[in-house]
T-cell receptor, first 113, second 111 residues
Framework: DGGITQSPKYLFRKEGQNVTLSCEQNLNHDAMYWYRQDPGQGLRLIYYSQIVNDFQKGDIAEGYSVSREKKESFPLTVTSAQKNPTAFYLC????????????FGPGTRLLVL | KQEVTQIPAALSVPEGENLVLNCSFTDSAIYNLQWFRQDPGKGLTSLLLIQSSQREQTSGRLNASLDKSSGRSTLYIAASQPGDSATYLCAVADSSYKLIFGSGTRLLVRP
């Protein structure tokens, strides 16, 4: 089955801790994206990558970091600098940036202990 | 800065009714417009994508229109069913291909 997987489904972060959210795709897509969704709101772009070993900041990149060492994988680290990390995080991919629809994973809900 | 607005924020209709969801955007220089569906606690599913040169797209009971000059799009759902209950999100792609999302319309179709 082709698709996007995100893990874990739920993640708990302690004060001052860095946590990493996993995103993997087997669709052979070049572009990958990370979004944050807060209750009752639309999605906001955190980071995106159009090709391996390259990525750009989105609208709310502060307190987050990413890597793109493999085409299939685009992990997101929520650092201790992100003071309000509680949200629903969604990963997406597309064949080429912008020209086709984006396919979304099932999401990771991050909660702060 | 591009802003996307969706009205209404929530909508409740009886089963079988035809309905229209609205999306407006402030900058007409878009690359495409997409409509997504989101079920509670889940990811997004793409419904329709309209390129900037197109006026509408249809898929089954869904029809989406685009009027770039007025900065508006509508999603028409015919003969609504309880299974259509979800949040519907509109997003526009800007010149750098980034998607800017509206906050969604939460739809409830009552049996």
């Amino acid at each position: 089955d082709g698709g996007i997987t995100q893990s874990p489904k739920y993640l708990f972060r302690k004060e001052g801790q860095n946590v990493t959210l996993s995103c993997e795709q087997n669709l052979n897509h070049d572009a990958m994206y990370w979004y944050r969704q807060d209750p009752g709101q639309g999605l906001r772009l955190i980071y995106y990558s159009q090709i391996v070993n390259d990525f750009q900041k989105g609208d709310i990149a502060e307190g987050y970091s990413v890597s793109r060492e493999k085409k299939e994988s685009f992990p997101l680290t929520v650092t201790s600098a992100q003071k309000n990390p509680t949200a629903f995080y969604l990963c997406a991919s597309s064949i080429v940036p912008g020209q086709e629809t984006q396919y979304f994973g099932p999401g990771t809900r991050l909660l702060v202990l | 800065k591009q802003e996307v607005t969706q009205i209404p924020a929530a909508l409740s209709v009886p089963e079988g009714e035809n309905l229209v969801l609205n999306c407006s955007f402030t900058d007409s220089a878009i690359y495409n417009l997409q409509w997504f569906r989101q079920d509670p606690g889940k990811g997004l599913t793409s419904l329709l994508l309209i390129q900037s040169s197109q006026r509408e797209q249809t898929s089954g009971r869904l029809n989406a229109s685009l009027d770039k000059s007025s900065g508006r799009s509508t999603l028409y759902i015919a003969a609504s069913q309880p299974g259509d209950s979800a949040t519907y999100l509109c997003a526009v792609a800007d010149s750098s291909y980034k998607l800017i999302f509206g906050s969604g319309t939460r739809l409830l179709v009552r049996p």
